[in-house]
C-alpha cells in the first residue's frame, strides 16, 4: 500500500512539474515581440543608455569592446559563439592608427559573439575585439523564443568579430580555463587518432562534447533520425561512465584481500564520487549532464550509507539542485526533455512492456525466450522515453520522427558500446594522450555505423513530420495520456482519465478546421519570396519557396519549414513557381523532399540548370503532376476564390525574346475572392509591366506583391495606375545589398495612398472574407 502512494505521489509530482514547465514557457513565449531596428530592441537601448551608437535600419553597431569570457566559448563547425561580459566599449576605427574614441563604461551589457574557427579563446580570457552588433532578429521563425532564451541569459546584443581582430589582453589560469584546455587537448589527440571525418566528429562529440567537427547535414540527420541525443554527451553517457567504472572496481574488489577488510561497495562508491564532476566538467556541464551528475552522486552515496537507492527520489533531487542554481533552467528545452525522458523511464517503461502480449520469461524458460526478452525490453524503454518527451518535442521544435524508435532499438546498443570505448580513451587520454589511439581506433568503426544508420532511418519515409505547435490542452492531453498509460498494468480497464485524455487529441485537430476567409500570408524568408495561400476550403497553396542567392545558406530546414509546420501545413495541395532564381525556388527541392505536394504550377520553360534540374528529377520522381501556365490559361476556380493567369505572354514565357528574360517571364497570377483581389507578379519588371497594362486584362488589386522586391526597375506609374492597390507588400531581407525596397519605389506607393508591408519585420498576414481585406497580427 505504501509502495502504491508513493508512485501516486510520483505521478502528481511528475504532472505538476510538467504543467508547471509548460506555463512558464508559454508565458515566456506570450512575451512582447521585439520588431527589429525598433526602439524598444535590448541592444539599441542598452547601447544607446551607454551613450554609444546602436544599430539601425542600414547597418549594425560597430564597436571596439572590451571584457571577459564569460563561460566555455560554443564551438561551432564554421563559427565559434562566446558570451562576453564588456566592461568598456567606444566606436571602432576604420585603422588601429587612427584617434582612438573616448572608452565608455558598459556595466551589465553582456553579447554573445561568433567568431572565426581560427580564433578559440578560453573562459575567463579577458579581450579586446572589434565588433558588429545587432538586436536578434525575432520576425524568423524560433525568434521570440530565442529572444527569451537570450534574455534569460541577461544577453541584449548577438554580434560578431570583424575578421580576425581579437585578441587576449589576460589569460585567465582559473580551473573552467584549465578544464577547457583539457578537453581541448583530448579533442585535438582524438582527431590525430581518428582523422577527418564524420566518424571522427562523432568519436570528438561523444569523448569531451566536442561537437565543433559535426557538419550541419550529420547535425540533421542524427536528429531527423530521433537519434540526437546520441550525438550529444547526456546523461546516459556520464551514468555509463561513472556506474560502470564503480561495476568494475567493485568486481575487482570483491578478487582482492581489501574485500575482507573493508566493504567492497563502499570502497568503490568513495573512489567514484570524485570522477562524477571532474566528467561533468570536462564534457560541458550541461543540463542533462548535471541532472544525471546528481542522480549518480545520489546512488553512490546511498551505497555508502547502505541504503537502496530510489529513482524518483534521485530525479527529485536532481531537479530541485538544478533548480536552486539556476531557476530559469525550468524554461529551458534540454532541461524539460532531460526530465521528462527519465520520468518517462520510470514510470512507462514496465506498462508499456506490459502491453506486449508476451509473458516475461521465468528462469525454466526457453533459452531462446530469455534472450527474447532483452529486445522486448529495449523496444519498451524506447517507447517509454519517446512518447514521454513527444509533448515537449511537439511543443519545441514542431515535428517528431516517425523512425525514432526502430532507430533507437538498432542504434543505442551502438551508442552505448562507442561510449564506453570513449570514457575509456578519456581516463587513458588523462594519464597518456598517445595511449588513447588504440581504443580510439576500435570504436571508430561503431562511429561509422552510427553515422550510417542516423543517415539510413533519416531517408525513411515521414522521419519528419512537421506539426503545428500544440495547445495547451493538447499538451495537457498528451501528458495526461502518458501517465494513465503508467498505471495500465495497475488499472487494466479504461480510466475516465484516459478516455478524455484520448477524447481531447482527437477532437482537438477539429477545432482548427479552416474557416471561410481567404488567408494569404507573405512568409519571412529573406530575401527571397514565399507566398502561403489558405483557401476556404482548406486548400493550402504556396506561390515560390525562397531559397538563397548564394546557395550558402539552407533557407528550407531554417527558414521554410519551420514556419509552415508553425501554421499546421503538413502537405502543400499546389506548389506554383514564378521562375527559376535561387530566391524563389532554391528551397524547392528540400520542400518536396518534406512535404507531399500536390500538382505543381509553372510557365512552359524548361525546368534545366543547376536549379531546375532537381526539381524536373524530384516531380518525376514522386509522380507529382506538372501545370503548365500563361495568359490565355483557363481561369482555375476552387470554392469561391478564381485564379486568373495573366503572365507569361506565351506558354513558354516568349524564351526567344531578348527583353523577356527571366523576371519578365515570371508567372503572374490574380486571385480574386469575391470583390478581393490579390496581384502576385512574381519577379516581373519594366518590359514584363508594360506587357500585362498592353493585354487589356483587368489588374485591379486590393493587394499587390511588389514586383521584384521593390527594385527601381519595377512598379512603373503606368503598371500601379492600373493596379491601384490598397496594399503592398515588399518581400525583402533585412539589410539585404541590394537596397530593396528602394526610396524611389517607396514613394510611387505612397504618392497613391498604398499602405506598405514588408516581410524583412516578419510575415505579413491578410484575410479576406471575399468583401473586406484585413490586416491581422503576427
Same mark, same amino acid.
Given at each position: 500500500?505504501?509502495?502504491?502512494?508513493? #508512485?501516486?505521489?510520483?505521478?502528481?509530482?511528475?504532472?505538476?512539474?510538467?504543467?508547471?514547465?509548460?506555463?512558464?514557457?508559454?508565458?515566456?513565449?506570450?512575451?512582447?515581440?521585439?520588431?527589429? &531596428?525598433?526602439?524598444?530592441?535590448?541592444?539599441?537601448?542598452?547601447?544607446?543608455?551607454?551613450?554609444?551608437?546602436? *544599430?539601425?535600419?542600414?547597418?549594425?553597431?560597430?564597436?571596439?569592446?572590451?571584457?571577459?569570457?564569460?563561460?566555455?566559448?560554443?564551438?561551432?563547425?564554421?563559427?565559434?559563439?562566446?558570451?562576453?561580459?564588456?566592461?568598456?566599449?567606444?566606436?571602432?576605427?576604420?585603422?588601429?592608427?587612427? *584617434?582612438?574614441?573616448? #572608452?565608455?563604461?558598459?556595466?551589465?551589457?553582456?553579447?554573445?559573439?561568433?567568431?572565426?574557427?581560427?580564433?578559440?579563446?578560453? *573562459?575567463?580570457?579577458?579581450?579586446?575585439?572589434?565588433?558588429?552588433?545587432?538586436?536578434?532578429?525575432?520576425?524568423?521563425?524560433?525568434?521570440?523564443?530565442?529572444?527569451?532564451?537570450?534574455?534569460?541569459?541577461?544577453?541584449?546584443?548577438?554580434?560578431?568579430?570583424?575578421?580576425?581582430?581579437?585578441?587576449?589582453?589576460?589569460?585567465?589560469?582559473?580551473?573552467?580555463?584549465?578544464?577547457?584546455?583539457?578537453?581541448?587537448?583530448?579533442?585535438?589527440?582524438?582527431?590525430?587518432?581518428?582523422?577527418?571525418?564524420?566518424?571522427?566528429?562523432?568519436?570528438?562529440?561523444?569523448?569531451?562534447?566536442?561537437?565543433?567537427?559535426?557538419?550541419?547535414?550529420?547535425?540533421?540527420?542524427?536528429? $531527423?533520425?530521433?537519434?540526437?541525443?546520441?550525438?550529444?554527451?547526456?546523461?546516459?553517457?556520464?551514468?555509463?561512465?561513472?556506474?560502470? @567504472?564503480?561495476?568494475?572496481?567493485?568486481?575487482?574488489?570483491?578478487?582482492?584481500?581489501?574485500?575482507?577488510?573493508?566493504?567492497?561497495?563502499?570502497?568503490?562508491?568513495?573512489?567514484?564520487?570524485?570522477?562524477?564532476?571532474?566528467? +561533468? =566538467?570536462?564534457?560541458?556541464?550541461? *543540463?542533462?549532464?548535471?541532472?544525471?551528475?546528481?542522480?549518480? &552522486?545520489?546512488?553512490?552515496? +546511498?551505497?555508502?550509507?547502505?541504503?537502496?537507492?530510489?529513482?524518483?527520489?534521485?530525479?527529485?533531487? +536532481?531537479?530541485?539542485?538544478?533548480?536552486?542554481?539556476?531557476?530559469? /533552467?525550468?524554461?529551458?528545452?534540454?532541461?524539460?526533455?532531460?526530465?521528462?525522458?527519465?520520468?518517462? =523511464?520510470?514510470?512507462?517503461?514496465?506498462?508499456?512492456?506490459?502491453?506486449?502480449?508476451?509473458?516475461?520469461?521465468?528462469?525454466?524458460?526457453?533459452? #531462446?525466450?530469455?534472450?527474447?526478452?532483452?529486445?522486448?525490453?529495449?523496444?519498451?524503454?524506447?517507447?517509454?522515453?519517446?512518447?514521454?518527451?513527444?509533448?515537449?518535442?511537439?511543443?519545441? !521544435?514542431?515535428?517528431?520522427?516517425?523512425?525514432?524508435?526502430?532507430?533507437?532499438?538498432? $542504434?543505442?546498443?551502438?551508442?552505448?558500446?562507442?561510449?564506453? @570505448?570513449?570514457?575509456?580513451?578519456?581516463?587513458?587520454?588523462?594519464?597518456?594522450? $598517445?595511449?588513447?589511439?588504440?581504443?580510439?581506433?576500435?570504436?571508430?568503426?561503431?562511429?561509422?555505423?552510427?553515422?550510417?544508420? $542516423?543517415?539510413? !532511418? %533519416?531517408? #525513411?519515409?515521414?522521419?519528419?513530420?512537421?506539426?503545428?505547435?500544440?495547445?495547451?490542452?493538447?499538451?495537457?492531453?498528451?501528458?495526461?495520456?502518458?501517465?494513465?498509460?503508467?498505471?495500465?498494468?495497475?488499472?487494466?480497464?479504461?480510466?475516465?482519465?484516459?478516455?478524455?485524455?484520448?477524447?481531447?487529441?482527437?477532437?482537438?485537430?477539429?477545432?482548427?478546421?479552416?474557416?471561410?476567409?481567404?488567408?494569404?500570408?507573405?512568409?519571412?524568408?529573406?530575401?527571397?519570396?514565399?507566398?502561403?495561400?489558405?483557401?476556404?476550403?482548406?486548400?493550402?497553396?504556396?506561390?515560390?519557396?525562397?531559397?538563397?542567392?548564394?546557395?550558402?545558406?539552407?533557407?528550407?530546414?531554417?527558414?521554410?519549414?519551420?514556419?509552415?509546420?508553425?501554421?499546421?501545413?503538413?502537405?502543400?495541395?499546389?506548389?506554383?513557381?514564378?521562375?527559376?532564381?535561387?530566391?524563389?525556388?532554391?528551397?524547392?527541392?528540400?520542400?518536396?523532399?518534406?512535404?507531399?505536394?500536390?500538382?505543381?504550377?509553372?510557365?512552359?520553360?524548361?525546368?534545366?540548370?543547376?536549379?531546375?534540374?532537381?526539381?524536373?528529377?524530384?516531380?518525376?520522381?514522386?509522380?507529382?503532376?506538372?501545370?503548365?501556365? %500563361?495568359?490565355?490559361?483557363?481561369?482555375?476556380?476552387?470554392?469561391?476564390?478564381?485564379?486568373?493567369?495573366?503572365?507569361?505572354?506565351?506558354?513558354?514565357?516568349?524564351?526567344?525574346?531578348?527583353? !523577356?528574360?527571366? /523576371?519578365? &517571364?515570371? =508567372?503572374?497570377?490574380?486571385?480574386?475572392?469575391?470583390?478581393?483581389?490579390?496581384?502576385?507578379?512574381?519577379?516581373?519588371?519594366?518590359?514584363?509591366?508594360?506587357?500585362?497594362?498592353?493585354?487589356?486584362?483587368?489588374?485591379?488589386?486590393?493587394?499587390?506583391?511588389?514586383?521584384?522586391?521593390?527594385?527601381?526597375?519595377?512598379?512603373?506609374?503606368?503598371?500601379?495606375?492600373?493596379? +491601384?492597390?490598397?496594399?503592398?507588400?515588399?518581400?525583402?531581407?533585412?539589410?539585404?545589398? !541590394?537596397?530593396?525596397?528602394?526610396?524611389?519605389?517607396?514613394?510611387?506607393?505612397?504618392?497613391?495612398?498604398?499602405?506598405?508591408?514588408?516581410?524583412?519585420?516578419?510575415?505579413?498576414?491578410?484575410?479576406?472574407?471575399?468583401?473586406?481585406?484585413?490586416?491581422?497580427?503576427?
Amino acid at each position: 500500500m505504501g509502495l502504491a502512494a508513493s #508512485w501516486l505521489g510520483a505521478r502528481r509530482l511528475a504532472l505538476t512539474a510538467t504543467t508547471l514547465a509548460f506555463l512558464l514557457a508559454g508565458i515566456s513565449r506570450a512575451a512582447p515581440q521585439i520588431r527589429p &531596428g525598433s526602439d524598444a530592441g535590448p541592444c539599441l537601448a542598452a547601447l544607446r543608455a551607454a551613450g554609444l551608437p546602436g *544599430p539601425d535600419e542600414s547597418d549594425r553597431a560597430r564597436l571596439e569592446v572590451e571584457g571577459p569570457i564569460d563561460g566555455a566559448p560554443a564551438l561551432g563547425f564554421e563559427r565559434h559563439r562566446a558570451v562576453v561580459a564588456v566592461e568598456r566599449a567606444r566606436p571602432a576605427r576604420e585603422r588601429p592608427a587612427d *584617434p582612438a574614441p573616448p #572608452w565608455r563604461e558598459t556595466p551589465g551589457l553582456r553579447v554573445q559573439l561568433s567568431m572565426q574557427t581560427e580564433t578559440r579563446p578560453l *573562459p575567463g580570457d579577458r579581450i579586446r575585439a572589434v565588433v558588429r552588433l545587432d538586436d536578434l532578429e525575432v520576425g524568423l521563425p524560433g525568434g521570440a523564443a530565442a529572444r527569451a532564451r537570450l534574455d534569460r541569459a541577461g544577453i541584449a546584443c548577438l554580434g560578431s568579430v570583424e575578421g580576425e581582430r581579437l585578441a587576449a589582453l589576460d589569460e585567465d589560469g582559473g580551473i573552467r580555463a584549465r578544464v577547457e584546455r583539457t578537453r581541448r587537448r583530448l579533442s585535438a589527440a582524438v582527431e590525430a587518432a581518428a582523422g577527418a571525418g564524420p566518424a571522427s566528429a562523432v568519436l570528438s562529440s561523444l569523448t569531451v562534447g566536442d561537437r565543433s567537427r559535426v557538419s550541419p547535414d550529420q547535425a540533421e540527420r542524427f536528429a $531527423a533520425s530521433g537519434l540526437a541525443h546520441i550525438l550529444s554527451v547526456s546523461g546516459l553517457h556520464l551514468g555509463l561512465t561513472v556506474l560502470g @567504472l564503480y561495476r568494475i572496481l567493485l568486481l575487482v574488489l570483491r578478487r582482492t584481500a581489501l574485500a575482507s577488510r573493508r566493504d567492497p561497495e563502499v570502497m568503490a562508491a568513495l573512489v567514484c564520487l570524485p570522477t562524477i564532476p571532474a566528467y +561533468a =566538467l570536462l564534457t560541458g556541464a550541461d *543540463p542533462p549532464v548535471l541532472r544525471a551528475a546528481v542522480a549518480a &552522486g545520489l546512488y553512490l552515496v +546511498a551505497r555508502i550509507a547502505g541504503r537502496a537507492p530510489e529513482g524518483w527520489t534521485a530525479l527529485a533531487a +536532481a531537479a530541485l539542485a538544478l533548480l536552486a542554481w539556476e531557476p530559469v /533552467n525550468l524554461l529551458e528545452p534540454s532541461f524539460q526533455l532531460s526530465f521528462a525522458a527519465c520520468a518517462g =523511464l520510470l514510470a512507462l517503461t514496465r506498462g508499456m512492456r506490459d502491453l506486449v502480449p508476451l509473458g516475461r520469461p521465468g528462469p525454466e524458460s526457453p533459452r #531462446w525466450r530469455r534472450w527474447l526478452e532483452a529486445p522486448l525490453g529495449a523496444l519498451a524503454t524506447t517507447a517509454a522515453a519517446t512518447l514521454a518527451t513527444l509533448p515537449l518535442t511537439a511543443y519545441h !521544435f514542431q515535428r517528431v520522427s516517425l523512425a525514432a524508435i526502430p532507430a533507437n532499438l538498432v $542504434a543505442v546498443p551502438v551508442g552505448l558500446a562507442t561510449t564506453a @570505448l570513449c570514457a575509456a580513451a578519456v581516463g587513458v587520454g588523462l594519464v597518456a594522450e $598517445a595511449a588513447m589511439a588504440p581504443i580510439l581506433w576500435v570504436a571508430k568503426p561503431l562511429a561509422a555505423l552510427l553515422d550510417a544508420l $542516423a543517415a539510413h !532511418f %533519416a531517408a #525513411w519515409p515521414g522521419a519528419t513530420i512537421p506539426l503545428a505547435p500544440p495547445t495547451a490542452l493538447e499538451v495537457a492531453a498528451m501528458s495526461l495520456g502518458a501517465l494513465c498509460l503508467a498505471g495500465l498494468r495497475r488499472a487494466p480497464r479504461p480510466s475516465f482519465a484516459g478516455l478524455a485524455a484520448c477524447a481531447i487529441v482527437l477532437w482537438a485537430p477539429w477545432t482548427r478546421l479552416p474557416d471561410d476567409r481567404l488567408i494569404v500570408e507573405f512568409l519571412a524568408v529573406g530575401q527571397g519570396d514565399s507566398t502561403l495561400l489558405r483557401l476556404p476550403d482548406g486548400t493550402r497553396m504556396l506561390v515560390d519557396t525562397g531559397g538563397d542567392l548564394h546557395g550558402e545558406r539552407d533557407v528550407a530546414r531554417r527558414v521554410l519549414l519551420p514556419q509552415l509546420a508553425a501554421r499546421g501545413v503538413s502537405r502543400v495541395d499546389v506548389l506554383a513557381l514564378s521562375h527559376l532564381h535561387p530566391d524563389h525556388v532554391g528551397s524547392v527541392p528540400t520542400l518536396l523532399d518534406t512535404l507531399p505536394v500536390g500538382e505543381l504550377w509553372t510557365s512552359g520553360r524548361d525546368l534545366e540548370g543547376r536549379l531546375g534540374m532537381p526539381i524536373a528529377e524530384r516531380i518525376a520522381d514522386l509522380g507529382i503532376p506538372r501545370r503548365i501556365l %500563361a495568359r490565355g490559361s483557363s481561369p482555375i476556380e476552387r470554392t469561391g476564390v478564381r485564379i486568373e493567369v495573366l503572365g507569361p505572354p506565351d506558354r513558354d514565357g516568349l524564351q526567344d525574346e531578348p527583353l !523577356f528574360g527571366h /523576371n519578365d &517571364g515570371s =508567372l503572374v497570377l490574380r486571385v480574386v475572392h469575391g470583390d478581393v483581389a490579390i496581384l502576385l507578379p512574381g519577379d516581373i519588371e519594366e518590359e514584363g509591366e508594360a506587357a500585362l497594362v498592353a493585354s487589356g486584362a483587368a489588374l485591379s488589386a486590393t493587394l499587390i506583391k511588389a514586383p521584384h522586391h521593390g527594385s527601381s526597375t519595377s512598379s512603373t506609374p503606368a503598371f500601379l495606375e492600373r493596379v +491601384a492597390p490598397h496594399h503592398v507588400v515588399f518581400c525583402v531581407g533585412r539589410r539585404n545589398q !541590394f537596397g530593396f525596397p528602394r526610396r524611389d519605389v517607396v514613394e510611387r506607393y505612397e504618392k497613391i495612398g498604398c499602405r506598405l508591408h514588408r516581410t524583412d519585420r516578419g510575415p505579413v498576414r491578410f484575410a479576406s472574407d471575399g468583401k473586406s481585406l484585413v490586416l491581422l497580427d503576427g
